[in-house]
């Protein structure tokens, strides 16, 4: 059963009006509400209504973009994950965990951090290989994920690099199948050659001979995509390093791969602008394909800008997207959506996205049921990278895009689906340790929440039971 998305957002109440320097009475009247309703929001025991959203913005010249419901339930998420390790002892109850994202997100990173350092820590001790990093980073989240952390609660959407990125576009002609020339007539005009050889990394920028080579190997969307790249690196490094000021980094290690991230931000902005694309997504009903061919990107680049496409005012579906390796490792993943993933270990076992290596070339679609009974339409697919050469190592990934199910009609996948019988959805889960189901027969591990039954003389699907109540 589906469930309204309300906002809750009492700390931003709070701050507002402190920053304002008015006593709960005067703010109250310039909202135009009672005190009581503006003292139950601010405690977040009611969620803030559509008039006191416009009030904000008319009284307090308010960024509404800063109100974003999903950051609590991605906070929420995380949390349960982190305090199911069973050094804390016993997950607290779900409402407690959302007043805490909702009224305190502070502490709630605090918390995340600090779990974070203790998985580090763990992690070091137990083998050799994580202990060949700097000897203080223990006390630290690694810089991948601390850049990765940045992108997951910023929505995976950067408003000024998408901007630009579009206005770039709209200049240079580089989205839709003259591209690559494009982008290289653009660069020439600026005084930068473009040379494109068999041999050689995928991008390589000369930058006191001020040449771009390129890999005449990749595929023309990956020299685009790179050549993309590089232009946010030349033209636009301004701009990416004040967002890097902006996110306050811990290391220099963090700040380097985040400038990387940020500039692959700008090129898939470039490649696939905003405003063009969403357009071009809805009147295909999302067709990955057709917008693949319309826009000269690769699947995985149009599934993924998807998932970004929440810019305030003009959003377009909200999709989640996923990357898995053959070994089921997330490599990619974002949502947009309520689903959350695990912010450690692979995906679910039950979800389509790993039977996508079996049928190469093919869609598959699942509707499938998580436990909080949210349901979703998932689309997967398996990519398949060449070498470029004979006996080169070629990747191999899965992807899947997916939506809840009340977007579904928005899909041209969902057309043929009967999405209104619940009892073809599938079960599934977010992480085997964390997941409240007791009866799925691939379960890897015991939920960590649950107190377990043996039985010496019992042996059914698991070798074990598990309570139903802890």
Not at 203 to 220: E, I, K
């Amino acid at each position: 059963m589906q469930r309204d998305q309300k906002l809750y957002a009492g700390v931003q109440l709070r701050e507002t009006r402190t920053a304002s320097g008015l006593t709960q009475k005067a703010f109250a009247e310039r909202l135009g509400v009672s005190l009581s309703y503006l003292n139950q929001m601010e405690n977040n025991h009611r969620p803030v209504s559509a008039a006191v959203v416009l009030a904000l913005a008319r009284e307090f010249a308010f960024d509404l973009s800063t109100l974003r419901a999903g950051e609590a339930a991605r906070m929420t998420a995380d949390l349960r994950e982190a305090l199911a390790d069973p050094v804390f002892g016993a997950v607290p109850p779900m409402a407690e965990l959302q007043l805490i994202a909702s009224n305190a997100p502070m502490l709630a990173r605090a918390v995340l951090t600090l779990h974070a350092a203790h998985r580090e820590s763990r992690e070091r001790l137990a083998s050799l290989d994580e202990a060949l990093g700097r000897g203080d980073s223990a006390l630290l989240p690694q810089p991948w994920e601390e850049v990765r952390d940045f992108f997951h609660y910023c929505d995976n959407y950067i408003d000024a690099v998408d901007r630009a990125a579009e206005r770039f576009s709209e200049r240079a002609g580089l989205a839709g199948p003259d591209q690559l020339e494009n982008g290289i007539a653009w660069l020439a005009a600026h005084g930068i050659e473009t040379r494109r050889a068999p041999s050689g990394p995928l991008r390589h920028f000369d930058a006191q001979a001020q040449v771009l080579h390129l890999s005449a190997r990749a595929p023309l969307p990956t020299q685009a995509f790179q050549l993309a790249h590089q232009v946010a690196l030349i033209a636009h490094g301004d701009l990416i390093d004040a967002t890097l000021d902006l996110a306050r980094f811990r290391t220099a290690e963090a700040r380097a791969i985040c400038r990387l991230g940020l500039a692959n931000y700008f090129a898939g902005a470039a490649l696939l602008p905003y405003r063009r694309f969403l357009e071009a997504a809805r009147e295909e009903r999302h067709d990955l394909e057709v917008l693949a061919e319309r826009f000269g990107a690769s699947l995985e680049q149009v599934a993924h800008r998807l998932s970004t496409l929440q810019r305030p005012g003009a959003k377009g579906v909200p999709f989640f997207f996923v990357r898995v390796d053959q070994a089921g490792t997330i490599t990619k993943r974002h949502s947009a959506t309520r689903l959350q993933f695990a912010r450690y270990g692979g995906a679910c076992p039950l979800w389509n996205v790993h039977q996508a290596f079996e049928t190469p070339g093919r869609f598959l679609r699942q509707r499938a049921e998580t436990p909080d009974g949210v349901r979703y339409l998932c689309l997967a697919r398996e990519i398949t990278k060449p070498g470029g050469r004979f006996r080169a190592p070629r990747q191999r990934f899965a992807i899947c895009l997916g939506c809840e199910i009340g977007h579904a009609g928005a899909l041209v996948y969902a057309d043929d689906l009967d999405i209104g019988n619940a009892a073809a959805f599938e079960p599934i889960g977010i992480s085997c340790r964390i997941c409240e189901r007791t009866d799925c027969h691939q379960r890897a591990v015991p939920p960590v929440e649950k107190a377990l039954r043996i039985d010496p003389d019992r042996r059914d699907t698991l070798p074990y039971g598990i309570e139903t109540q802890s």
